[in-house]
Nanobody, 129 residues
C-alpha cells in the first residue's frame, strides 16, 4: 500500500508560479516511479509529467515541457511539480500517482492512467486571467 497526499494548490494569476508537493508513505519511495496528472471540469484526466524512482529520468507532456518541472527528493519521500508561466487553461485538479506494479519504459507507459496503481486525493489549482 502506498499513501499519497498532495499539497500546494491554490489561486494564482496568469503568469504566476506554484509548487505542488506529493508526500508518499507506505513503501520505499525510491522503488517506484511517480507522476502528475490533472483533470479539468468535464475533461478526461491528462498526463502532466513523470519521474523514475531514482529521479534520473523525467517525461513531460508536450504542452507542459519548458513551463513545468517535476522532481523528487527520496530522502523526504516527496515529489514536486514546479509550475511557471501559468495559464488559465492550467486550471484543474492536480493528482499525484505511483506506479508500483509496472516499470515504465517510454512515453505511452508514463502517460497512461492504467500504469499507476495509487492516487492521491488531488489539489485544486486555479489560474485567473
Amino acid at each position: 500500500q502506498v499513501q499519497l497526499v498532495e499539497s500546494g494548490g491554490g489561486l494564482v494569476q496568469a503568469g504566476g508560479s506554484l509548487r505542488l508537493s506529493c508526500a508518499a508513505s507506505g513503501r520505499t519511495f525510491s522503488s517506484f516511479g511517480v507522476g502528475w496528472f490533472r483533470q479539468a471540469p468535464g475533461k478526461e484526466r491528462e498526463f502532466v509529467a513523470a519521474v523514475t524512482g531514482s529521479g534520473g529520468s523525467t517525461t513531460y507532456a508536450a504542452s507542459m515541457k519548458g513551463r513545468f518541472t517535476i522532481s523528487r527528493d527520496n530522502a523526504k519521500n516527496t515529489m514536486y511539480l514546479q509550475m511557471n508561466s501559468l495559464k488559465p487553461e492550467d486550471t484543474a485538479v492536480y493528482y499525484c500517482a505511483a506506479a508500483t506494479t509496472y516499470y515504465c519504459s517510454g512515453y505511452a507507459c508514463y502517460a497512461g492512467v492504467g500504469s499507476y496503481d495509487y492516487w492521491g486525493q488531488g489539489t485544486q489549482v486555479t489560474v485567473s486571467s
